[in-house]
């Protein structure tokens, strides 16, 4: 069956030969098949396949003055207009070498002339079928990336405005794919409580978007059932309770969540499988307070109905909070080894220096760690916290 239907266009076919002869014989026998195209030239051949209305498939001599059928292969090769148009060359002539060139150069098979017209129909159809498939491929794979693109953006929308003001915020976000499995936000529940949180699902792509997309609005939303968003260790076992592995293509998150409370000017916090967030406070006597913030609780969607811990620290009157995902340290770093939590905690904290690092010098400082340019190896999300201020004074009454 030829590989067009009667509810298509018929295929192009152009054949190529400085014959007139041989011209017209491959013509006549493909005319009643195909739309076919003629040049009785390499530069006319060229000239055809640049054209508005391309061959789907070219039939082109070897042998021709001016350009020869390679010259005439190279160059459409050379072209991204013409360079995955199939060619099958006709000769006269059936030396292997030749045979070997032709291929090595692109030319998807050989006709030896004179040509049998049941083999020529035969190899010219298998030809334009596989051409036919792969520029299906092709749009697929077109169309793919560009709803990834698009849900790529999407995943940005959800990301937070940086804040100002007493609490401000900073941060950055790199997938290492179009679409990447890590999420964060911070939100103010109430106007004496702000929320923030950072999560990281295992893998990458679709699934793993969609789920971290999944669990941002139910974030966002508030809307884990009369759970109070105030209490880390109640989110996070909400979130173990509606995000189970197996109801998810067994995919789990790990996540760091903290509530700022104004009024008592404390951090709770509450970290499942997380590495730990690091938090830098000012000291009356003008030096640094360094902690590292997690709670020993396995990754969301393990175990369903399990507790979860939770845990506070006060906050001074300067204060620098950092939330990030093993993406940021998990390369191979120009001493040929994997950096580790506990190495990156170190750089964060090893100035001593509240106002040591932001998240622009944090990642300036990363990429020139790295053993190779380019993307990183995982997700990199990086979350910068800045908290100034004291703890509400109570107002009393007059009396």
């Known amino acids: 069956m030829s590989p067009t239907t009667s509810h298509a266009e018929p295929s192009r076919v152009l054949v190529v030969d400085d014959t007139p002869a041989n011209l017209m014989l491959v013509s006549n026998l493909l005319k009643d098949r195909y739309r076919v195209q003629a040049a009785i030239s390499g530069e006319k051949a060229l000239s055809i396949a640049l054209s508005s209305t391309p061959p789907d498939i070219i039939l082109l001599d070897v042998v021709m003055p001016g350009l020869n059928g ?44 004179p040509i049998s017209p049941a083999i020529a129909l035969a190899r010219i159809d298998t030809h334009l079928t596989l051409y036919r498939q792969r520029r299906e491929l092709i749009d697929a794979q077109e169309l793919i990336s560009q709803e990834l693109a698009e849900a790529a953006e999407y995943v940005r929308t959800l990301l937070p405005a940086p804040m100002s003001g007493d609490v401000s915020s900073d941060w950055k976000h790199i997938p290492c794919t179009a679409l990447g499995g890590d999420a964060f936000g911070h939100h103010w529940i109430d106007s004496d409580h702000l929320a923030i949180y950072l999560l ?45 592995m197996e109801d998810h293509g067994n995919k789990y998150f790990t996540v760091w969540y903290g509530v700022y409370d104004r009024n008592s000017h404390e951090l709770s916090f509450a970290s499942a499988g997380h590495p730990p967030a690091v938090l830098l406070r000012s000291t009356p006597d003008h030096q640094t307070d360094q902690r590292e913030l997690m709670t020993k609780n396995p990754a969301i969607g393990y175990f369903p109905g399990i507790p979860f811990a939770e845990d506070k620290v006060s906050l001074s009157l300067t204060n620098k909070l950092f939330v990030f995902s093993d993406g940021v340290y998990e390369f191979c770093g120009n001493d040929d080894r994997t950096m580790s939590a ?13 106002d040591a690092f932001d998240s622009d010098a944090i990642l300036a400082k990363m990429n020139s760690l ?3 340019s380019g993307p990183f190896e995982d997700d990199y999300s990086f979350l910068e916290i800045n908290i100034t201020g004291s703890r509400r004074q109570p107002i009393h009454p007059k009396g």
Not at 218 to 234: I, K, Y
């Open 70 to 113: 390679y010259e005439v292969l190279q160059a459409l090769r050379a072209d991204p207009r013409t360079s995955q148009i199939p060619v099958i060359f006709l000769t006269a002539r059936s030396d292997a070498e030749d045979e070997e060139k032709g291929l090595l150069l692109g030319a998807v098979d050989y006709l030896v002339k």
């Open 200 to 244: 990281d699902v295992c893998g990458h792509g679709i699934g793993a978007a969609l789920l971290s997309i999944s669990v941002m609005n139910a974030l966002r939303s508030q809307s884990l059932g009369s759970v109070d968003f105030r209490r880390p260790s109640a989110v996070l076992a909400a979130l173990n309770n509606s995000f189970p």
């Open 342 to 354: 506990a190495d990156f905690v170190s750089l964060l904290t090893e100035t001593g220096r509240v």
């Open 370 to 372: 790295k053993r190779k």
